[in-house]
């Protein structure tokens, strides 16, 4: 069974910095791109970042380029979304999601993030 | 980047009603299109890729339809279980853009 699970997540102070963890299972992990989405409340999904199956290509949104960074280990079968320079508006549900094709075929659960002081 | 505008915004519908959603993309995507199904509280799901091909194990009464730059998600008769948010999303560039999403909701 194809499982996703972010962790990470809490409150974090404006300007600080936080680690969101995608452990993934019941795949070969190596095989697959991956994502992440993140969801404000009650907002719509704003897709963030992709890494590509070894991790030398990587795309962000406008929005987080340059404070945030995605990354992974095969490894380990997981991914990793580094956050710096957090601003109120990057309070949010993330969801990790492997992608199929372009398409993002499984979800994790989500991991909360509220920027606030 | 690519534009994604979904309408309507909000739906009211009955049990048994067909449901169109439209889905028009700012330039031409192909058919790199996924509808995706979200619950209050849940994480999306996959419905549809490539525009219209069924992800396994999605109710046959989900189907979608369209290439270049307008697509359509429909139900051909609403369940109790599809009262949901419904996202497009194209993956045509690597910037993947969502749709703003359309509330089913009960009529």
């Known amino acids: 069974e194809v499982q996703l699970v972010e962790s990470g997540g809490g409150l974090v102070q404006p300007g600080g910095s936080l680690r969101l963890s995608c452990a993934a299972s019941?795949?070969?992990?190596?095989?697959?791109?991956m994502n992440w989405v993140r969801q404000a409340p009650g907002k719509g999904l704003e897709w963030l970042s992709y890494?590509?199956?070894?991790?030398?290509?990587?795309y962000y949104a406008d929005s987080v380029t340059g404070r945030f960074t995605i990354s992974r280990d095969n490894a380990k079968n997981s991914m990793y979304l580094q956050m710096s320079s957090l601003r109120a508006e990057d309070t949010a549900i993330y969801y990790c999601?492997?992608?199929?094709?372009?398409?993002?075929?499984?979800w994790g659960q989500g991991t909360q993030v509220t920027v606030s002081s | 980047d690519i534009q994604m505008t979904q309408s309507p915004s909000t739906l009211s519908a009955s049990v048994g009603d067909r449901v169109t959603i439209t889905c028009r993309a700012s330039?031409?995507?192909?058919?790199?299109l996924a509808w995706y199904q979200q619950k209050p509280g849940k994480a999306p799901e996959l419905l549809i890729y490539r525009a219209s091909s069924l992800k396994s194990g999605v109710p046959s009464r989900f189907s979608g339809s369209g290439s270049g730059t307008e697509f359509t998600l429909t139900i051909s008769s609403l369940q109790p279980d599809d009262f949901a948010t419904y996202y497009c999303q194209q993956y045509n560039s690597y910037s993947r853009t969502f749709g703003q999403g359309t509330k089913v909701e009960i009529k």
């Open positions: 330039q031409n995507i192909s058919t790199w």
């Open positions: 999601a492997r992608d199929q094709e372009g398409s993002y075929d499984y």
């Open positions: 890494i590509s199956f070894s991790g030398r290509t990587r």
């Open positions: 019941g795949f070969i992990f190596s095989s697959y791109e």
